[in-house]
């Protein structure tokens, strides 16, 4: 049995981690992805430190499944070596600055006229157009300028960068939906499409749940520590042995779970606290009260408790606990591969798994190993041209809504992760129906409030169809079973068990409709002591290491501010689903997939895991993981990152363009180099912290004499990949932003001028879906 992408070919002329990331979810799922590589480079070259046996933790994690050449694409003989792949392929992903295939002769209308089926990506770090088009990208550019970095910090404290490219890996998992959706473009049309997704425009989108908040309200979302402004109780509390423990409560029935856990009568009594509202206006008082119970005994303790209850808990996990977590090894989270002229190492397993169309992990090689291989024999067998089989079982023509036009899409989750997914599917198109419970789904009383519902659930189910179902009774159920036996996606979280007493398990389903994608999202895995408890943001962020890349070691624990953990899982159902369906317009059957919310973020995490196990030197993931915090750099009015300089004898004409002559002959400037990098550069923070700090603190006296934008501007003369922190206020206003169109106002006719979010993408020729609101069809 082969993957879902068994057959499709991928010519990959990715760099760094974002393009190879999302090409080796591609390998994973069965494609046949050909990694082309600069001839000549070393090893060290291909990615961030730390090395093994000096070849870079991020290309071997990024290269699994994967064989590689190595051409120079600016030689004729190469380049016609580089022709020839291109006429078999299916697939072209690259993810340069925007301009440099173009410069190469590998632009879309070259390709094209090769071979009119190619799906075609280009995936720059800010897209195609704009004041920023011409400039190189990276997780923390991403990271600070999408706004991620306002919103995390010690609460009241400075905002603050995580220490960990976590936003090249997310850009790398939007890549590869998008790719998806290409070739079920090209299955249902016959034609190739032409992609664009920006890296920033991914790491707003992966926002959409926060920003959520900004667009209802107008006011920015504070760095709030641990806590969040959402839900309440939701941070970490110090317990008696000086232990931090994660809790997370989403909705009023987990609230009444922990009091009953914790023995607090009185605050289950208090109808302040009765709901999510109250809780979020009462949180001070509230939060202490709840502290002084938490410190009074260990986590351990509180642990068990709160499992007995199924209140979502977790205590902070570090590298090591997570690897030999009985939950996480139950679940083969991490597989051991023994990668060629390595050793065996662990690396990230994918967080989904397919009932007819499994996933296999399968090691790649060194840079350009397998080079006389593809010359000679190119992908395999010979040159074609796209032809759709006759047997076809999907949709044809191409969608006036979308690519998914026509498709089907029955929701029946609740909260962050499925809702996010299944809106992710109605943004290209797919009709959308939401069944909630006939309390409506918790994530209704979510703060801040927006239109009668909060912020999060206004923004995260638009462009969807709704109704109110029990499923535990007949009658109900029998409504969902006339849904789902025409549908083509069914997503749910309820768990196979419950659902075969109710009898919409997948086998049962499968009787009713044999083309049916059956989905179940599970927080913990499948297996093991943890499979039937619930998960939180915090809870996930906390059993996966986040928060060792942000804070003070021995300080309350900072959370990523966005609901990364969450909303990545998202991204992994997407992957699946689309995976699934591509098999099911070719087969004519569906089958079933499972995707873990912990195992999402664990698979997002993967290169850093694989830099914890005796690497050459310590350093690269490792200083990152006890970093100093990595705030912005304050100038006249927009903080900003200041990112490294290409060439170090460039500093002192930099200097001159700053007005900091008088620095020129410091030796702080000078020795080390890295200082110019301040902060940013983890490496130097923390084995040389003072010199880091004193070169900030000039930094700092200069820069708050200039604007940020005009700051930008200077620096990326001389080859910084700077930008400003902003805000989301000053997201939503930046020319760039604006460029890529990652919002939108709508006037509606009931609720008046409304704000939106759009998804980072561009298809040639398709159609993007216009944002609507929420529809309550009964």
Same mark, same amino acid.
């Given at each position: 049995?082969?993957?879902?992408?068994?057959?499709?070919?991928?010519?990959?002329?990715?760099?760094?981690?974002? $393009?190879?990331? #999302?090409?080796?979810?591609?390998?994973?799922? /069965? =494609?046949?992805?050909?990694?082309?590589?600069?001839? &000549?480079? @070393?090893?060290?070259?291909?990615?961030?430190?730390?090395?093994?046996?000096?070849?870079?933790?991020?290309?071997?994690?990024?290269?699994?499944?994967?064989?590689?050449?190595?051409?120079?694409?600016?030689?004729?003989?190469?380049?016609?070596?580089?022709?020839?792949?291109?006429?078999?392929?299916?697939?072209?992903?690259?993810?340069?600055?925007?301009?440099?295939?173009?410069?190469?002769?590998?632009?879309?209308?070259?390709?094209?006229?090769?071979?009119?089926?190619?799906?075609?990506?280009?995936?720059?770090?800010?897209?195609?157009?704009?004041?920023?088009?011409?400039? $190189?990208?990276? #997780?923390?550019?991403?990271?600070?300028?999408? /706004? =991620?970095?306002?919103?995390?910090?010690?609460?009241? &404290?400075? @905002?603050?960068?995580?220490?960990?490219?976590?936003?090249?890996?997310?850009?790398?998992?939007?890549?590869?939906?998008?790719?998806?959706?290409?070739?079920?473009?090209?299955?249902?049309?016959?034609?190739?499409?032409?992609?664009?997704?920006?890296?920033?425009?991914?790491?707003?989108?992966?926002?959409?749940?926060?920003?959520?908040?900004?667009?209802?309200?107008?006011?920015?979302?504070?760095?709030?520590?641990?806590?969040?402004?959402?839900?309440?109780?939701?941070?970490?509390?110090?317990?008696?042995?000086?232990?931090?423990?994660?809790?997370?409560?989403?909705?009023?029935?987990?609230?009444?779970?922990?009091?009953?856990?914790?023995?607090?009568?009185?605050?289950?009594?208090?109808?302040?606290?009765?709901?999510?509202?109250?809780?979020?206006?009462?949180?001070?008082?509230?939060?202490?009260?709840?502290?002084?119970?938490?410190?009074?005994?260990?986590?351990?303790?509180?642990?068990?408790?709160?499992?007995?209850?199924?209140?979502?808990?977790?205590?902070?996990?570090?590298?090591?606990?997570?690897?030999?977590?009985?939950?996480?090894?139950?679940?083969?989270?991490?597989?051991?591969?023994?990668?060629?002229?390595?050793?065996?190492?662990?690396?990230?397993?994918?967080?989904?798994?397919?009932?007819?169309?499994?996933?296999?992990?399968?090691?790649?090689?060194?840079?350009?190993?397998?080079?006389?291989?593809?010359?000679?024999?190119?992908?395999?067998?010979?040159?074609?041209?796209?032809?759709?089989?006759?047997?076809?079982?999907?949709?044809?023509?191409?969608?006036?809504?979308?690519?998914?036009?026509?498709?089907?899409?029955?929701?029946?989750?609740?909260?962050?992760?499925?809702?996010?997914?299944?809106?992710?599917?109605?943004?290209?198109?797919?009709?959308?129906?939401?069944?909630?419970?006939?309390?409506?789904?918790?994530?209704?009383?979510?703060?801040?409030?927006?239109?009668?519902?909060?912020?999060?659930?206004?923004?995260?189910?638009?462009?969807?169809?709704?109704?109110?179902?029990?499923?535990?009774?007949?009658?109900?159920?029998?409504?969902?079973?006339?849904?789902?036996?025409?549908?083509?996606?069914?997503?749910?979280?309820?768990?196979?068990?419950?659902?075969?007493?109710?009898?919409?398990?997948?086998?049962?389903?499968?009787?009713?409709?044999?083309?049916?994608?059956?989905?179940?999202?599970?927080?913990?895995?499948?297996?093991?002591?943890?499979?039937?408890?619930?998960?939180?943001?915090?809870?996930?962020?906390?059993?996966?290491?986040?928060?060792?890349?942000?804070?003070?070691?021995?300080?309350?624990?900072?959370?990523?501010?966005?609901?990364?953990?969450?909303?990545?899982?998202?991204?992994?159902?997407?992957?699946?689903?689309?995976?699934?369906?591509?098999?099911?317009?070719?087969?004519?059957?569906?089958?079933?997939?499972?995707?873990?919310?912990?195992?999402?973020?664990?698979?997002?995490?993967?290169?850093?895991?694989?830099?914890?196990?005796?690497?050459?030197?310590?350093?690269?993931?490792?200083?990152?993981?006890?970093?100093?915090?990595?705030?912005?750099?304050?100038?006249?009015?927009?903080?900003?990152?200041?990112?490294?300089?290409?060439?170090?004898?460039?500093?002192?004409?930099?200097?001159?363009?700053?007005?900091?002559?008088?620095?020129?002959?410091?030796?702080?400037?000078?020795?080390?180099?890295?200082?110019?990098?301040?902060?940013?550069?983890?490496?130097?923070?923390?084995?040389?912290?003072?010199?880091?700090?004193?070169?900030?603190?000039?930094?700092?006296?200069?820069?708050?004499?200039?604007?940020?934008?005009?700051?930008?501007?200077?620096?990326?003369?001389?080859?910084?990949?700077?930008?400003?922190?902003?805000?989301?206020?000053?997201?939503?206003?930046?020319?760039?932003?604006?460029?890529?169109?990652?919002?939108?106002?709508?006037?509606?006719?009931?609720?008046?001028?409304?704000?939106?979010?759009?998804?980072?993408?561009?298809?040639?020729?398709?159609?993007?879906?216009?944002?609507?609101?929420?529809?309550?069809?009964?």
């Amino acid at each position: 049995m082969n993957g879902p992408l068994h057959g499709v070919k991928v010519f990959d002329l990715s760099i760094i981690g974002v $393009g190879p990331f #999302a090409t080796m979810i591609l390998a994973n799922m /069965g =494609a046949d992805v050909i990694k082309v590589e600069q001839p &000549g480079w @070393p090893p060290t070259r291909q990615g961030s430190p730390p090395l093994y046996r000096g070849l870079s933790i991020v290309y071997m994690a990024c290269q699994l499944g994967k064989r590689g050449i190595a051409l120079n694409l600016k030689d004729s003989q190469d380049k016609e070596i580089a022709t020839r792949l291109l006429k078999e392929a299916d697939v072209f992903v690259e993810n340069m600055k925007w301009g440099t295939v173009q410069k190469l002769g590998l632009g879309y209308e070259e390709i094209k006229k090769l071979n009119p089926g190619i799906v075609y990506g280009n995936f720059p770090g800010w897209g195609s157009s704009g004041p920023y088009a011409a400039l $190189g990208s990276g #997780a923390p550019t991403a990271h600070t300028f999408g /706004g =991620a970095t306002a919103v995390t910090g010690q609460k009241g &404290g400075e @905002p603050e960068g995580l220490r960990w490219y976590l936003h090249d890996f997310n850009a790398g998992s939007y890549i590869s939906m998008v790719v998806l959706l290409g070739l079920l473009h090209r299955e249902r049309t016959g034609k190739g499409l032409y992609l664009i997704n920006p890296q920033v425009g991914a790491s707003v989108a992966i926002q959409t749940s926060r920003i959520a908040e900004f667009l209802a309200t107008g006011q920015n979302v504070p760095p709030m520590g641990s806590s969040t402004t959402t839900t309440v109780p939701h941070r970490a509390f110090i317990c008696q042995d000086n232990r931090w423990l994660a809790v997370g409560v989403l909705k009023d029935s987990q609230w009444g779970a922990l009091c009953r856990a914790v023995e607090a009568n009185d605050l289950l009594a208090d109808p302040r606290f009765a709901t999510n509202p109250g809780r979020v206006q009462h949180r001070d008082e509230l939060e202490s009260r709840l502290g002084k119970i938490f410190s009074s005994k260990p986590s351990k303790w509180w642990t068990i408790q709160l499992r007995k209850y199924k209140v979502p808990v977790s205590p902070f996990l570090d590298h090591e606990e997570i690897f030999n977590h009985p939950q996480v090894k139950a679940n083969r989270f991490f597989t051991r591969l023994k990668y060629p002229g390595i050793g065996t190492l662990p690396f990230g397993n994918m967080p989904f798994q397919y009932s007819k169309t499994p996933i296999r992990i399968r090691p790649g090689n060194w840079p350009g190993g397998d080079t006389i291989d593809i010359q000679e024999n190119g992908f395999g067998g010979d040159p074609r041209s796209f032809q759709r089989a006759d047997d076809y079982f999907g949709p044809k023509g191409i969608g006036e809504k979308g690519i998914l036009d026509g498709i089907t899409v029955v929701d029946l989750t609740q909260g962050i992760t499925g809702p996010y997914a299944s809106l992710l599917l109605a943004d290209n198109g797919a009709r959308v129906i939401k069944i909630e419970p006939p309390e409506g789904d918790y994530s209704r009383q979510f703060m801040p409030q927006f239109k009668g519902v909060s912020a999060a659930f206004f923004h995260l189910n638009r462009n969807k169809e709704g109704a109110r179902l029990n499923i535990t009774k007949l009658k109900d159920r029998e409504q969902l079973l006339e849904l789902l036996g025409t549908a083509d996606v069914f997503i749910e979280e309820e768990g196979q068990s419950k659902l075969k007493r109710l009898g919409l398990n997948y086998h049962m389903l499968e009787k009713l409709n044999r083309k049916l994608v059956h989905c179940t999202i599970v927080p913990f895995g499948t297996k093991g002591t943890l499979r039937n408890q619930p998960a939180s943001e915090l809870v996930l962020q906390a059993m996966s290491d986040l928060p060792n890349n942000l804070g003070v070691a021995g300080e309350e624990p900072v959370r990523m501010g966005p609901d990364y953990a969450m909303s990545e899982a998202s991204l992994y159902v997407n992957h699946a689903i689309l995976g699934a369906l591509y098999h099911a317009w070719r087969t004519g059957e569906g089958q079933h997939i499972t995707v873990s919310q912990l195992g999402a973020i664990l698979h997002q995490k993967s290169v850093q895991w694989v830099g914890t196990v005796d690497p050459d030197a310590w350093n690269g993931a490792m200083s990152w993981y006890h970093g100093m915090p990595d705030h912005p750099y304050k100038t006249m009015d927009v903080p900003i990152r200041l990112g490294p300089i290409a060439k170090a004898e460039e500093i002192p004409d930099l200097l001159s363009a700053l007005g900091m002559e008088k620095y020129i002959s410091d030796p702080i400037f000078k020795n080390p180099p890295d200082a110019i990098m301040g902060l940013t550069h983890m490496d130097a923070a923390m084995d040389n912290g003072p010199l880091a700090l004193q070169a900030k603190g000039i930094w700092e006296e200069i820069f708050k004499k200039w604007r940020g934008r005009d700051l930008v501007k200077v620096l990326e003369k001389f080859g910084s990949a700077s930008t400003e922190a902003n805000n989301y206020q000053q997201l939503y206003e930046h020319p760039q932003t604006k460029a890529m169109g990652l919002f939108k106002e709508v006037d509606d006719p009931k609720l008046g001028r409304v704000k939106y979010q759009c998804p980072p993408w561009i298809f040639a020729g398709v159609p993007k879906v216009d944002p609507w609101p929420y529809q309550d069809i009964g």
